[in-house]
């Protein structure tokens, strides 16, 4: 993730003076509240496993037999407004002044949207996933594992988790958090955007701290995933590459040691530096990707991506609609609705990035950009990651499928074992994911502190660090509670309440927008211009025809008058 939000400066909206960004202090209540909150989630998890583990299976049960169908609506929703608004006149909104252009060029955006879409996720399910879905085909998808059909649907699934759904999902937060900020010059804090159904006093007040508190708790437990399946592929890769024994003792130390370089990342100020390392990052996940291309079965990839993304967008309405009501309730809650829940986590995170490099742009742009462009980078990373590894294991060149039984942190390695320079190649992934690990709790350290400290755009390099260290110690606890199972299961459960805050913000945003004047006039004002139109034009014949022509004309214009004025009475005899 970039950390050009280290350097943000939010421009006021249309009718705001321009003022320098103020360094607000912390709101130590939500701060006390907060932390109080992870520390004794912490602490139980620590202290009290087999009960931790024993009520959140049962809550995550609960959740998922009463509540699937509001994550996959809701997903849907996100998908529906990104388009809708994106065609409609609203998309001809600016974020900013009307006279504001583009803050970044369109190369220098698409590719920061493009370290936002990679992350450890795509390092940790890129070949885990399709493998996974290979092995064992979704639920009702009729398919034969071990099969084409069954790695063109691995493939299918794969997208449908990593495209358009979750940066839809991203992309109505970065909207609302862009035009609430660059549009209306408001606070840099996800309460900002909910002024149209709060108002000015409550959004400050109480109501607005407990959906900034929400956002917090919800960035904590998704970060906290990520930073957790991080640990997972570490410790597996070292295991690979040195013999090292895999256990929780090094996930640990590999989340203690990954946590401090982020520390000293922080008090150090050494913003320039960890932006650095999130342009490498992206030059060596291409340049990983590029070589996996070139070595591995590069015809079978070139042939691979028209063919599952056409059947992807073939299958999207199935795909989307898919609750536990005619499929296993269990296999739901261990993908999609867990994807669903992780990108509404991580919403307030990503939303924020993307909202601060967008100034400028018209919604249109914002959202098509959003939804397209790191749609397209994850596609083509599935078809080559993944693919090849599919084709490896159907080809009889290497038994991929046999990996699946050591989790998916394990099946990159195994690609990159059956490629030259296997040991090189496996480093470079491992670099790949701790440089992500740090920048990852960085950025979202710092949005968190943010929404802590009434939008501050420079929150105080303590509360920082203090939220970095609480994510680092969610994940840990995670870890040694149950692994990747539990971390599943806190991201699902923290996500319940915070899909409602993402709704409501929606209304919201739809509510404000309404009333841009940047929008130009509704459908009803231009039909009724329309009318005027033709009411001028009826009016000009009138003076040129005969009496006979004349008084058919009037008729007809005092039929059109009469029905545009209900107050008329009716139509005149």
Known sequence: MSTDAHESTSPPGPDVPSVPPRDEPPDMTLVAIGAAAVLAVVAWAALGKHSFDRVTRAALNWVLSNFAWLFVIAA????????????????????????????????????????????????????????????????????????????????????????????????????????????????NRLSSAFVPLLGERRAAGWPGRVIDLLAVFATVFGTATSLGLGALQVSKGLNITTGVKDSTSLELIIIGSLSAAFVLSAFSGLHKGVKWLSTLNIGLAAALMLFVFVLGPTVFVLNTIPAAAGGYLQDLMTLATRTGAFTDSSWLGAWTIFYWAWWLSWAPFVGTFIARISHGRTIREFLIGVLLVPSGATVVWFCVMGGSALRLDMSGTADMAGTVGDGAEASLFALLDTLPLETLTSWIAMALVMTYFITSADSASLVMGSLSSRGALHPRTWLVVTWGVLMAAVAAVLLVAGGLQSLQSATILVALPFVVVMLALCWSLLRELRTDPGAGPARHQAMHGLRDALRTMVGDALTEQGPIRHARLRRVAESARDRDDPGSGGPRA
């Open 76 to 187: 849907d929703v996100f998908l529906v407004l990104c388009v809708a608004i994106a065609f409609s006149r609203f998309g001809r909104i600016r974020l900013g002044r009307d006279e504001d252009q583009p803050e970044f060029g369109n190369l220098a955006w698409i590719a920061m949207m493009f370290s936002a879409g990679m992350g450890i996720g795509l390092m940790f399910y890129g070949v885990g996933e399709p493998l996974q879905h290979f092995v064992s085909p979704p639920p009702g998808s009729g398919v034969t594992a071990n099969s084409p059909g069954a790695a063109r649907t691995a493939l299918e699934y794969s997208f449908f988790h990593w495209t358009l759904h979750p940066w839809a999902i991203y992309g109505m937060s970065g909207l609302a958090l862009a035009y609430a900020g660059f549009r209306k010059g408001r606070g």
